[in-house]
């Protein structure tokens, strides 16, 4: 049906930059909001930003001026810029998205996930 494919994880020092991307693919209506959460070992996943298809934002506090959430919605695809990052931005990131995609007789809605891109804070 409808498969994300996250990429732009790494290793990075703290107070630098990476770039996340995610794209959507298969058959694809429409998509609604999009997203990017993340899990540290040992915690549970937590939202780190959204996107609506209109561009609004949102963004949790322990992100929000460094982090930036963006899409294109030609592409099917969403980024998370994230800037001078911590140590404490360690863990799995997953991209999300709110899907309405075609079936032979009609269109339904799901929210699918990506299968995860690790990125690893350290000096």
């Known amino acids: 049906q409808v498969q994300l494919v996250e990429s732009g994880g790494g290793l990075v020092q703290p107070g630098g930059s990476l770039r996340l991307s995610c794209a959507a693919s298969g058959s694809i209506f429409s998509i609604n909001a999009m997203g990017w959460y993340r899990q540290a070992p040992g915690k549970q996943r937590e939202l780190v930003a959204t996107?609506?298809?209109?561009?609004?934002?949102n963004y949790a506090d322990s992100v929000k001026g460094r982090f930036i959430i963006s899409r294109d919605n030609a592409k099917n695809t969403v980024y998370l810029q994230m800037n001078s990052l911590k140590p404490e931005d360690t863990a799995v990131y997953y991209c999300n998205a709110d899907v309405y995609y075609r079936t032979t007789y009609d269109i339904r809605r799901n929210v699918y996930w990506g299968q995860g891109t690790q990125v690893a804070v350290s000096s």
């Open positions: 996107i609506t298809s209109g561009g609004s934002t």
